[in-house]
């Protein structure tokens, strides 16, 4: 669901900006508040997973479409929706300037879009009153699913509403709704499913890291196997399994070929010529592979290389913190 550049307007990609970086600093400020600097490495090795599950499409059957994984509903239910918001702006940031995916000028709309419905909505309003009331594998299954499947319909209805307000486009407002909300309907509940598998995983080596609504603080034994496990595991997925991923087009993508015949559009101007030139420059692996030696081997590359950079970012600002607390 990473929208591009040429469906947002300058303005409208402004005021999306301000609207993720208030939400940016909000969490911020709450993470602090919560005083558990051992959750930086979860974010890293949790939001590599998450990064690594992005890479594989799934097919739609009979749609000739494709979804992934967005994340943030996982995130939160692990780390609390602060740092599971905070860990979706570091991949969204990540996979936009050094993949070029989603657009540069668009990134304010897509953190919105794909991360904070999931972190504050869905996980709050949905997954947690059905958590809190008995936290079994079945309930986890129920929170995944229906949770997931809101945070995709209000992402997707976000996208539409972004991009009718632009007015940059020729997409017809009640078309465009008509094949994004049906086709991340069917990406929402395939989401869910995954999700409340990973969850129903851990709630079975480890019950106490679900998210309830509560901040508790990891023990560093358990911090230790669990990162281990993940960070293989976003190695693993990256590296082999992505491979496997659908060469379908995305929902967003798929919708907008319905619509035009063709899954990417153009928009002329100097803050879109700017904002691509950035990316020509900062997108050292775009579109997940080597630029002008695309190759299978190239792809597994890339996604280990964008694993380790997630976690390096998260385990540089844990090391931070360590030599900032100490100093003072």
Known sequence: MHMADALVSPAVATTMYLA????????????????????????????????????????????????????????????????GFLTMVGILAIQCLLFADGGLLALGCNIWNMAFYGCFISSILIFKPIISKKLSKKNLMIASILGSIISLQLGAFSVVV??????????????????????????????????????????EA?????????????????????????GGLSVAVAGILSIFASAFPDGLEWSILQLTGSTELQHKGAIYSLSSRVQELTALLPDYNIAGHESILGGMFAGIVGVLIVIGLYMLIHRYHEKHTESH
């Open 206 to 230: 480890r019950p106490e890291l679900i998210w309830q609504g509560h901040t508790t603080k990891l023990a560093k034994t358990s911090k230790k196997k669990l990162l281990a496990l993940f």
């Open 20 to 83: 993720s970086g208030a939400m940016t600093i909000y969490s911020i400020k709450k993470l602090e508040e919560e005083n558990d600097p051992q959750k930086l490495p979860m974010m890293g090795v949790m939001g590599a997973f998450v990064f690594a599950a992005q890479m594989i499409n799934f097919t739609i059957p009979g749609t000739g479409s494709s979804g992934h994984l967005t994340g943030g509903l996982m995130l939160t239910a692990l780390l609390g929706p602060y740092a």
């Open 162 to 203: 972004e991009t009718e307000l632009s007015g940059i486009t020729a997409l017809p407002w009640n078309l465009f709704i008509g094949v994004m909300q049906p086709i991340h309907l069917a990406i929402g509940a395939v989401e869910g499913i995954i999700t409340g598998l990973v969850l129903s995983f851990i709630y």
